[in-house]
Nanobody, 114 residues
Framework: QVQLVESGGGLVQPGGSLRLSCAAS????????MGWYRQAPGKQRELVAT???????IYANSVKGRFTISRDNAKNTVYLQMNSLKPEDTAVYYC????????WGQGTQVTVSS
């Protein structure tokens, strides 16, 4: 079984930056795709970015050019660097390991507000 723990969320002003981290346990991390998703109250969970074990990335159009996903397989950690943050980026951000039905972290709150 896999455990995922997100960290790095918090309150930031519009235009600011934040870096999220997701630490994974177990031996699956190095071999499978990872992703960041987010969910705002009353809305569906949406894909933010994904990264394969080889480092290929995909971004949602809403974050393209502002967010960067990366991974360090030696540390079993995936990151999401968020720049030029907007109020509409406010959500709970979840880390996902893409194996079988998927494994999810507990989420970390990101709030962008003045």
């Amino acid at each position: 079984q896999v455990q995922l723990v997100e960290s790095g969320g918090g309150l930031v002003q519009p235009g600011g930056s934040l870096r999220l981290s997701c630490a994974a346990s177990g031996s699956l991390f190095s071999f499978v795709p990872m992703g960041w998703y987010r969910q705002a109250p009353g809305k569906q969970r949406e894909l933010v970015a994904t990264i394969t074990n080889g480092g290929s990335t995909i971004y949602a159009n809403s974050v393209k050019g502002r967010f960067t996903i990366s991974r360090d397989n030696a540390k079993n950690t995936v990151y999401l660097q968020m720049n030029s943050l907007k109020p509409e980026d406010t959500a709970v951000y979840y880390c996902k390991l893409d194996y079988k039905s998927g494994y999810w972290g507990q989420g970390t709150q990101v709030t962008v507000s003045s």
